[in-house]
């Protein structure tokens, strides 16, 4: 552990309260004002990011860097431990970068009922949340900030999202809470059973430190019963199938910024919480967890592609191949090797940019045409070409093409399901390898239906003449002109993640480099 | 003859009581001489009262870190004392007393009701309240219990012309004292086996075994059914929702959170002191009231349209995770979490369920209705109210980072280190209970935030009495602050502090 | 059976006889009383002669309160005649709890007279 500038994270994390501290004091009425310290108090937290970045010791990646702990609810033994390896250093960037760009889109895209100051509150709260949650060392913390997250979202869906908004959200918020009640119970069992089987009970505490040292001790069969808590928890946060079906409810319902903080950062606290706690506390219970989630997050790849094929909305597509690239990347983690783990952790950040552009293209084309129904677009190619070309653009990079970030993230997990880690194949309770092979080749023939899904909503979309209905138009029913390309807004926003969706499909060592060693030292825990 | 001497009284332990007995007196004198159109200084003077009482509260934490006998003297040592566990509890009566006070000031003088008797008997029922907390003794118990039930009964039906809050007092007083009589019942007998009304004495004699162990059956099932009425379990719960509703709007937020509070102090006193070996008849007993409470509440509260009521039924789940500590007690050595999570659960509770009452109050005075549909687009007009609100709903719920959260957790952590099949059965009931809550939660929120605002009512900005905006923001700061700095209260409720509680 | 349900059958055991016990005062007197019903009997009570007015009309909330008056002195004498027996082993202590009962009462006097009850017409 690196204990240097301590401070560091925690002003990383909590900066956003200032920012809505202020914001509160300003009227209702002054928008631009509401809108511009929540811009500026975003941009100063991703500037406390990118020194994050310098600061940080790449050689040392494996280590925990601005560590620091204080005490926090002593009698229960939850601390206030907080540190940063190589594992949460991309995502806790990524979700700066993320609520910064967003805010930059929302600046003229409030969407209705506007009420812009709450909208950017609510950001800057979820930011809070997300950063939190890959910061914090202690599962109390963390369990605190993966909730924090789950208000703000609620009501961005709720009140800024479309007709159908109140069923979504609600759907959104039971299933979640209905994970993370189980969650907690299973965390605090841990504990309590860490507790009782230490030779030093007094020290027991809810520290990640406390678990790495105790829960694999845990007995198996009880280690089974916790991880199963966690599994729902997280599991539903992921979505993996079955828990998925809040996912194309909320995310089609919810406005394009809701859809893109969530597709980029909150689906991935769900597989960061597999990554950073249930397999490394509870190897013993991975291992007989692990076959199957690698068989639900194949059905999830399948059924997910096969969910795009059937869909006439736009959104309703992408967020069905929001569940299929899940589940590439819970194929990657159930595979219990350094580079299934690996290749998971960059499909979540590449997932992040790729699906955050394309939920980002999907709300500019449905404020141009006012629907998303795939048979009444065509010929954008045409009538907007930039916003074309970055939906081929997308679309490319989602199914994986070489070269796009894309396929990092899906290629490494096919290859490590291949050959699965050893304690899969060669323990007692059964070898594995045949049904990771099985698995392996479905799931092949999963990013085949990619390709299919997203080059045929390309070609609907994209190809061929305007169709009639907006054809003529430049105008809609306000007679002003509505279907215009791709604005300043939009530029500024989405070119970071357009330029991110190349450089890690050029260079992925950039952030392979960082992360594998934290992610070697992880899976020491299965053994070789 | 039996020589007779007279007690030493520690003064400055029974200076809470003695401010409020003078209060008490004190406001009732300034009603009875001041005009009609100043009474309302009787409000500000209960409030003082109250703050008042609380002074010597916390001199008494600051220097006596030990146990104080109130009385000591032949017999009577060790049956009303002041321990950390009674300081912490009657501070949490007082203030939340003060609260309630806080929230009555508009209501009560706008509805032109009697306002000096409305305050002497609050007060009044808070000094039955402070009493409880230092009682270890069947007659002080029962002496504490009368007296903080008896003026809530009058208060449930202040609104004279309106006839469910007449309802709501009958329901109330004539289930109440059927409760009191249970108990009664219930408590001689426990003086009759054990030949004393001193609970840790009756603790050490009620073990279940030998010739009486029929009686000792029938007088611990007594007792927590006497208490059970007070505090709401299901299937003793019938009372609660109608005198929620009828009652005036502060007067359901005492009940809620003060009188409930203080109907499981007393339940707490007498697991801890009178059963600690009778688990085998009050687990069960508690276990199966748990549950059923929680669900029970739950499912019914999913079905209200009126927000008072379904406030009410929400507080009887919430008494259900509160029982489902208590159940724990005593099962491997879980003694000191449980105790722990029930007084952690009621001050968060207080301190969550009176805001949301305050947010019922101000809204009310607006659309003069507390049905949720009249919540619709509260959002559009009421943001501050709204935002407080959610909060208080939120931490209802046990969503993190606000008070309610910890609560929750503290609950759940004494069930699962009770451990076996009645912990870990109990804290699965729960932790499905907790889901189906936030259900009705989130549909208040909903119709604040995402409903239109209905036909016809009033958007102009509402305005907020400054004695509500101080209700709100102590209520309000304290919910968050539990949430996220837990440790403030965290370290009450250890077992030593609990005098004469069974140790091992 | 297992002990612990044994422990609640004392709890059935004793609802149960409560409630023979109940049904049988109720039952053996409803068996062994005449019922010969009459209009005559129906009428309400009243010192033998023929009721005026309604039954359920109301009295003046007056008597109420002078009876509550009532009660409240007489409680206080019945309290204040056995402590006057032993007043000198009690001593001070006595005494004084005995003026704070009384000033309580005396409280409960004056708050009367303020509110009018006193006076009558």
């Known amino acids: 552990m690196i204990q240097e500038q301590q401070w560091l994270l925690s002003l990383g994390t909590f900066l956003p309260l200032a920012g809505v501290l202020v914001m509160l004091f300003i009227p209702k009425k002054d928008e631009a004002m509401a809108k511009g310290v929540a811009l500026l108090t975003a941009v100063a937290t991703l500037g406390v990011g990118i020194y994050t970045l310098v600061k940080f010791d790449y050689g040392q990646s494996q280590k925990l860097q601005f560590f620091t702990t204080n005490k926090w609810i002593s009698p229960i033994k939850a601390t206030y431990t907080i540190g940063l390896d190589g594992i949460s250093l991309p995502l806790y960037i990524l979700s700066m970068v993320i609520t910064v760009l967003v805010m930059v889109y929302s600046w003229n895209h409030v969407p209705n009922p506007g009420n812009a100051k709450a909208f950017f509150i609510l950001m800057l709260v979820l930011q809070v949340g997300m950063a939190g949650t890959f910061v914090a060392q202690d599962l109390i913390l963390f369990f605190v900030f993966f909730e924090l997250v789950l208000l703000p979202m609620y009501f961005m869906i709720g009140v800024w999202g479309g007709e159908n908004r109140q069923y979504a959200s609600l759907k959104f918020f039971l299933y979640t809470m209905f994970g993370s009640a189980l969650m907690l119970v299973a965390f605090i069992a841990m504990f309590i059973v860490t507790k009782n089987h230490a030779t030093n009970p007094d020290a027991a505490n809810f520290s990640f430190q406390w678990f790495h040292a105790n829960a694999p001790g845990i007995a198996r069969n009880t280690a089974i019963w916790i991880f199963g808590g966690m599994f729902v928890g997280f599991a539903v946060k992921v979505p993996m199938f079955p828990f998925h079906t809040w996912l194309p409810d909320a995310h089609t319902q919810a406005p394009t910024q809701g859809s893109v903080i969530l597709a980029a950062i909150l689906l991935k606290l769900g597989t960061y919480g597999f990554v950073r706690i249930a397999l490394p506390f509870l190897p013993q219970a991975a291992k007989t967890w692990a076959p199957i989630i690698a068989v639900l997050a194949v059905i999830g790849i399948i059924y997910g592609a096969l969910g795009c094929l059937a869909q006439t909305d736009m959104k309703r597509l992408i967020a069905f191949s929001s569940v299929a690239h899940m589940g590439f990347v819970m194929l990657g983690i159930s595979t219990l090797t350094p580079l299934g783990i690996n290749a998971a952790l960059f499909g979540m950040v590449a997932h992040g940019l790729i699906t955050g552009m394309l939920f980002f293209v999907a709300g500019s084309v449905k404020e141009r045409y006012h629907t998303l129904e795939i048979k009444r677009l065509s010929g954008m190619l045409k009538q907007v070409p930039h916003l074309g070309w970055i939906l081929g653009f997308c679309a490319m990079a989602s199914l994986g093409l070489p070269g796009l970030a894309g396929f990092w993230g899906e290629f490494p997990a096919l290859l490590a399901s291949w050959s699965p880690a050893t304690i899969l194949t060669d323990s007692a309770m059964g070898n594995h390898e045949l049904l990771y092979r099985v698995l392996t080749v479905i799931s092949a023939f999963g990013t085949v239906l990619a390709a299919g899904y997203l080059l045929w909503l390309y070609q609907r979309t994209a190809f061929g003449e305007p169709s009639e209905e907006f054809a003529a138009h430049g105008h809609d029913d306000h007679g002003h002109s509505d279907i215009h390309d791709v604005n300043v807004f939009e530029w500024i926003a989405w070119t970071p993640l357009l330029i991110g969706i190349v450089v890690l499909g050029v260079v992925p060592s950039l952030m392979f480099k960082v992360m594998d060693p934290a992610v070697q030292q992880l899976t020491s825990v299965f053994g070789k | ?504 | 059976m297992s002990d612990f349900l044994r422990d609640y059958l004392n709890v059935v055991w004793f609802a149960a006889i409560a409630l023979v016990l109940a049904s049988l005062l109720l039952g053996i007197s409803a068996i062994i009383r005449p019922n010969k019903p009459s209009a005559e009997k129906n009428i309400a009570y009243e010192s033998g002669v023929n009721p005026v007015g309604d039954g359920w009309s109301q009295s003046q909330v007056r008597y109420y309160i002078f009876a509550l008056l009532f009660v409240v002195f007489d409680v206080e004498a019945v309290f204040i005649f056995p402590w006057a027996t032993r007043l000198e082993t009690y001593g001070t202590f006595g005494l004084v709890e005995m003026g704070i009962f009384v000033f309580v009462l005396l409280l409960g006097l004056v708050y009367a007279w303020r509110k009018g009850v006193l006076r009558w017409v």
């Open chain 2, 1 to 504: 003859m039996i020589a007779f001497s007279a007690p030493i009284v520690d003064y400055h332990a029974l200076a809470p009581e003695l401010v409020l007995a003078a209060g008490i007196c004190l406001v009732l004198l300034v009603d009875l001489f001041v005009p009609a159109h100043r009474r309302w200084i009787t409000g500000t003077i209960s409030g003082l009262v109250l703050l008042g009482a609380l002074l010597p509260v916390v001199t008494l934490a600051v220097l006596g870190g030990d146990v104080r006998d109130v009385l000591s003297g032949d017999g009577i040592s060790g049956r009303y004392v002041v321990d950390n566990f009674a300081l912490v509890l009657k501070a949490l009566f007082l203030l939340s007393g003060y609260v309630v006070v806080l929230l009555s000031t508009n209501e009560i003088e706008d509805g032109g009701y009697y306002q000096g008797e409305y305050y002497v008997l609050l007060l009044s029922s808070v000094l039955g309240m402070v009493m409880m907390a230092s009682s270890r003794d069947l007659v002080s118990v029962f002496v504490a219990l009368e007296f903080l039930s008896i003026p809530a009964y009058m208060m449930a039906a202040w609104k004279k012309r309106d006839r469910k809050s007449n309802e709501a007092g009958v329901k109330y007083y004539l289930l109440g004292v059927f409760a009191s009589a249970v108990m009664l019942y219930g408590m001689s007998l426990l003086y009759g086996i054990a030949g004393s009304t001193k609970l840790s004495v009756i603790g050490e004699k009620i073990t279940l075994s030998g010739p009486r162990t029929g009686i000792e059956v029938i007088a611990v099932v007594f007792v927590i059914v006497g208490f059970s009425f007070k505090v709401s379990a299901v299937p003793f719960h019938t009372w609660a929702p109608d005198t929620y509703e009828g009652a005036p709007t502060p007067v359901t937020a005492f009940l809620s959170v003060a009188s409930k509070a203080a109907g499981f102090v007393g339940l707490m006193i007498m697991v801890y002191l009178a059963f600690p070996l009778a688990r085998d008849v009050y687990r069960p007993f508690l276990w199966v009231l748990a549950a059923l409470t929680m669900t029970v509440g739950n499912l019914v509260a999913l079905k209200q349209k009126n927000l008072v009521r379904m406030l009410a039924y929400s507080s009887v789940s919430q008494g259900g995770f509160i029982l489902m500590a208590l159940a724990m007690a005593f099962t491997n050595g879980s003694e000191e979490s449980s105790l722990r999570a029930i007084i952690v659960y009621l001050i968060i509770y207080a301190a969550t369920n009176l805001g949301a009452f305050a947010v019922v109050i101000a809204v009310a005075r607006r659309t003069k209705s507390a049905e949720i549909s009249s919540y619709g687009g509260l959002f559009n007009y009421a943001p501050g109210l709204t935002v407080m609100m959610t909060l208080f709903l939120a931490s209802l719920a046990g969503i993190p980072p606000l008070g309610g959260w910890y609560a929750k957790f503290g609950a759940f952590r004494a069930a699962v280190d009770a451990g076996g099949g009645w912990g870990y059965t109990i804290a699965i009931v729960g932790a499905a209970n907790a889901v189906v809550a936030t259900a009705y939660y989130i549909t208040v929120m909903r119709e604040m935030w995402m409903k239109p605002v209905p036909e016809g009512a009033d958007t102009s900005a509402v305005k907020v009495p400054a004695s509500l905006v101080a209700a709100l923001t102590i209520t309000g700061l304290a919910t968050l602050a539990f949430g996220v700095v837990p440790g403030i209260i965290a370290k009450v409720g250890s077992l030593t502090d609990l005098t004469g509680a069974f140790h091992g």
